[in-house]
Each structure stands twice: as structure tokens, then as C-alpha cells.
């Protein structure tokens, strides 16, 4: 039975007819994603937060996408070391705000399918059917440990997340309680009450970008989330078209969405705009706490050369990994376009190393150009 496939819904914005839509990505915790200590680095507090999320709304951004993270990174910032947990700001952000999408990122191994289940749907009456929960299996060892959970192999936690989100699933339409008895889970007469606004249900997001974790999101989810390969782009089209077949002939998921990150320094110049870049990575960067990244990754000078393994740090300090979308604001449309038109991709969400003066300036420059060139 596919559980993942639906017909457009109204009062969800991911769900519209744009060519490309847009999130912002991680303002719910301290840095957002650049790990830097330069002057206008996001410092997290509700009203900053909220700050950005009025900007988002004023652009018609389809989505707010927090990141779940329960500890930092140490290094010279302790990089997201402060935030705010995604169920109870989504739940806020749902009435702060009127328009995008309000995302919730939820580890499975720290919350019970059947809270999962109830909050979600309270959010998603909150929000006026604008819920949208990104399932991630948990990969960071040391936030697992802060749960005393001990954190199972790869496979079996996605495993796991498949019975986690058909019970969850089940929840959000089951009209009786149920008994279920899994390899995992376990729960006697369950039942949620009311159900979500959305029907069948919220859309399901996943971020799993290993053959497991892309198999999940082609049977379970609306949105896959991946990273673009930024130096072989052909290379993750063709992912992208594979996972679209793969979802649509063997589960009967025919409109699975594709979504990525990206990272946005405009500048009047494209030196300016790569000088800034060279400035809050490569002088001001947390080059300490993006070593540690890329060890729990299992990237290291064993596996990969030193160069290759200091872009890989550049990148996760510039914006978590994304895409690089640096230059002038014509610089930054033709690379939005190209991750539509040439890689596929349905939805980009995006940071700035500077999130209030860059969403602005993305606001004033970059959007009149995104909509003249009818992306937006």
C-alpha cells in the first residue's frame, strides 16, 4: 500500500504550482548553518528567530526548516550549541506567521511515534494545515548518548524509521484505536484525536542521502532531501531521476518533491562576494568544530586526500555543506536556475552567513529577478 503519494493541498504552500520553491533553513539555532564568529552571525533568540521568519513570510517563502540538534559541535563557536527544539517552535512559528510551511525535524529515537503522531497534528491545526515533519534517523553519536540511547547501525535505523512513520501514518487516519506489535515498537489501543487538517496526512520530509536513506524517502515521503554534488552536478540529476522512477513505478509515489541547501553570499561584485566568502570562512571560520564534522562523518586524511578534505571542512563551514550560490544577484539566479532547470531539484532552502542583512538584500535584489525569470 503506498502511504506517501497525494494530491495537491490547498493549505499547504509546498504543494504549489511554483517552478521553484524556497525555504530558509536552520534559524532556529545559534550560526544557522555557517560555523563563523563574524559580526552578524545569527545569535539565536525568539525575537531573531521570528525576525527571520517575517522576511521569509514577506517573500512568500514556502518553508521554515529547523534543525533538530540537542548538543554543539565544541570548537571555537560550539557551533548550534544553543537553539530551540523544532516541535515547539514550529507550533509558534504556525501562528507567528501566515504563509510558508512549518517543518519539524524529529529523530526517531528520542520521540515515541505516538507523541510524534499528536503533535504534529496539534501543529497542523495550529498552523491552518501547514505542517510538514522531516523524519531523520539521528547520525550524531554524542546528542543519541545525551538520551542514553544507544544508537544502532545505519541500516537498522532506517529500519526503525519505517515502522516509526507507518505508525505514525496510521495515527493520522485510523478512525478506532489499534493494537500494533512491532520489531520495535509497541502500543496498546492507540489513537489520535483529531486528526490532521491535511489528508491523507502532513506531508513527510526526509533527509537520508545513503541507499537506504533514498529508498526511504521513495516509499514514505513527499520531499527527499539531498545535497547536490557540487562538482559533478549530472551526477545527482541522474540521482534525482532514478529516485523519481524508482518511487513513482515501485511505490506508487508519482510526485515525489526533491529539495537540497544551499548557501547565499550577493555582493554587487563577484569579488566582493568571494572575499566576504574568504572572510568568515577561511579567517573567521570554526575550522576546529568543522574537523570534528567531518571525522563523525567518517571523513578523514585515511579516506580522503588533504585538499578534498579541506573543501569538504570550507563547505560545512560556509553553510552545512550546501550548495554555493556567491556572486552578484544575476550570479545567484542563474545558479537557482540551474538547480531547477539542470539538476531538478523542486525546492531549495537557504542560510546566509549573515541571515537579516543577506534575507534582505535577497528580498530587494535577488526576488524581482527570480520572478522576471519565472521561477518564482
Avoid at 510551511?101 to 511515534?113: D, G, K, M, Q
Avoid at 531549495?348 to 526576488?367: C, H, K, Q, T
Wanted: charge should be negative.
Amino acid at each position: 500500500m503506498n502511504i506517501a503519494s497525494r494530491t495537491a493541498v490547498p493549505t499547504n504552500p509546498v504543494f504549489n504550482n511554483r517552478k521553484l520553491r524556497l525555504g530558509t533553513f536552520s534559524t532556529n539555532l545559534e550560526h544557522g548553518c555557517a560555523m563563523t564568529d563574524i559580526e552578524g552571525v545569527l545569535r539565536i533568540s525568539w525575537d531573531s528567530s521570528l525576525e527571520l521568519a517575517k522576511l521569509a513570510n514577506e517573500m512568500e517563502f514556502e518553508a521554515l526548516v529547523p534543525v533538530g540538534r540537542w548538543k554543539g559541535f565544541g570548537g571555537k563557536v560550539n557551533f548550534n550549541g544553543r537553539g530551540f527544539e523544532c516541535f515547539t517552535w514550529a507550533a509558534a512559528m504556525g501562528v507567528a506567521v501566515p504563509y510558508p510551511a512549518v517543518f519539524s525535524t524529529s529523530h526517531i529515537s528520542t520521540i515515541h511515534p505516538l507523541m510524534a503522531a499528536k503533535q504534529a497534528a496539534s501543529i497542523d491545526h495550529i498552523s491552518g494545515g501547514r505542517f510538514v515533519l522531516n523524519v531523520v534517523t539521528g547520525w550524531n553519536r554524542p546528542e543519541m548518548e545525551m538520551f542514553g540511547v544507544e544508537m544502532a547501525d545505519h541500516d537498522t535505523r532506517y529500519d526503525m524509521a519505517a515502522e516509526w512513520i507507518e505508525i505514525v501514518k496510521r495515527l493520522w487516519t485510523a478512525e478506532e484505536p489499534f493494537d500494533h506489535e512491532g520489531t520495535y515498537y509497541r502500543l496498546n489501543q492507540a489513537l489520535v484525536s483529531p486528526h490532521p487538517i491535511q489528508q491523507p496526512h502532513p506531508p513527510v520530509m526526509c533527509a537520508g542521502g545513503s541507499p537506504k536513506g533514498l529508498a526511504f524517502s521513495a516509499k514514505y515521503c513527499d520531499i527527499a532531501f539531498i545535497l547536490v554534488d557540487m562538482h559533478d552536478p549530472g551526477k545527482t540529476r541522474d540521482q534525482i531521476v532514478e529516485l523519481r522512477r524508482v518511487a513513482r513505478e515501485e511505490h506508487g509515489n508519482p510526485n515525489l518533491q526533491v529539495w537540497a541547501s544551499a548557501y547565499v553570499v550577493v555582493r554587487d561584485t563577484e569579488e566582493e562576494a568571494k572575499r566576504f566568502l574568504h572572510h568568515y570562512v577561511d579567517e573567521r571560520g570554526d575550522w576546529e568544530g568543522a574537523t570534528g564534522i567531518v571525522n563523525s562523518f567518517g571523513m578523514n586524511a585515511q579516506t580522503l586526500t588533504p585538499d578534498v578534505l579541506d573543501q569538504f571542512k570550507r563547505h560545512f563551514i560556509a553553510g552545512w555543506a550546501g550548495y554555493p550560490l556567491v556572486g552578484t544577484k544575476e550570479q545567484v539566479v542563474d545558479g537557482l536556475e540551474f538547480l531547477v532547470n539542470n539538476v531538478g531539484l523542486d525546492g531549495v532552502v537557504l542560510s546566509w552567513a549573515d541571515y537579516r542583512d543577506g534575507m534582505v538584500r535577497f528580498r530587494d535584489e535577488v526576488i524581482p529577478l527570480l520572478k522576471q525569470a519565472g521561477l518564482r
